[in-house]
């Protein structure tokens, strides 16, 4: 028997990807053109794509982080409504998010894992720490660490790199009585993987809320579609008054 999300008030898992930022104006990964800003993702989000060229890599990076500081981009209603949950659901709530932008926190929310990494974050090649970055990065910018010149990449999950934080997520998801996922198209594993896990190994009730049915559409128990602003309060308000 599976727990009805309106009766139980257990902890809560929601996994988030591009499209809860996509009103806020940062574009998602797999739009119509299949670029991401106009760079094939395997050049701009894999090893090899760096090795290759990492002027470019950077470059492309600092135009992330630079966007973060716009006006414009604001945590939209769907963030602000996670948060919202989070303070007022009695069990704890984690947010699992596939997104390198830091507007979850910007909107509230506290718990929140990037499990692809953070674009405000860098990570030393040579001593391996990780540091705040809010600067352009470069092959002359040594790292805060060990001086090392050039030693800085951004801390972001490439393709073929292992995500952050496997172990904490996965305790979650096996012991939440509800799970969410939110604006991804569930393309990329292990995240894509996650509700299929909830469903071979709980009882937990499992929820879509996309703009359109994603490829694991079928494992979810309930699919509600529409843009992340709209649907997401309402569910929220929904569970908070149940
Ligand atoms: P995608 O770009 O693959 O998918 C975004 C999803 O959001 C799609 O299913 C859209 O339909 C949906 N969407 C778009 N606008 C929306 C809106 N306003 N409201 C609700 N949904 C909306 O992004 P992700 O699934 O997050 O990884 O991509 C996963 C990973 O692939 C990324 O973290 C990144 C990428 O390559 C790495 O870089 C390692």
Aim: net charge negative.
């Amino acid at each position: 028997m599976e727990e009805s999300p309106k009766s139980s008030s257990g902890p809560i898992v929601i996994l988030t990807g591009a499209g809860i930022s996509a009103e806020s104006g940062i574009s998602t990964f797999r739009g119509s053109s299949g670029l991401w800003e106009n760079h094939r993702i395997e050049d701009v989000a894999s090893p090899e794509g760096f090795a290759r060229n990492p002027e470019l890599v950077q470059r492309f990076y600092n135009g992330r982080r630079n966007q973060l500081t716009l006006e414009n981009i604001q945590p939209n209603a769907a963030h602000k409504a996670l948060a919202k949950l989070e303070q007022e659901w009695p069990e704890p709530v984690l947010i699992v998010t596939q997104n390198i932008d830091p507007l979850h926190e910007r909107g509230g929310s506290k718990n929140v894992l990037h499990m692809h990494g953070e674009l405000l974050k860098s990570r030393c090649q040579a001593c391996e720490k990780v540091f705040d970055c809010n600067e352009d990065l470069n092959s002359q910018t040594p790292c805060p660490g060990c001086q090392q010149m050039g030693s800085l990449r951004p801390h972001v999950v490439w393709f073929g790199e292992t995500p952050l934080f496997l172990p904490e997520i996965f305790s979650a998801l096996e012991t939440c009585s509800l799970f969410m996922a939110i604006g991804t198209s569930s393309n990329v594993y292990p995240a894509a993987g996650f509700v299929e896990h909830i469903r071979m190994n709980t009882m937990a009730h499992t929820v879509e809320l996309n703009l359109e049915p994603s490829s694991m559409r079928s494992n979810f128990h309930e699919c509600i579609y529409g843009p992340a602003s709209d649907i997401v309060p309402t569910y929220v308000d929904e569970l908070l008054k149940a």
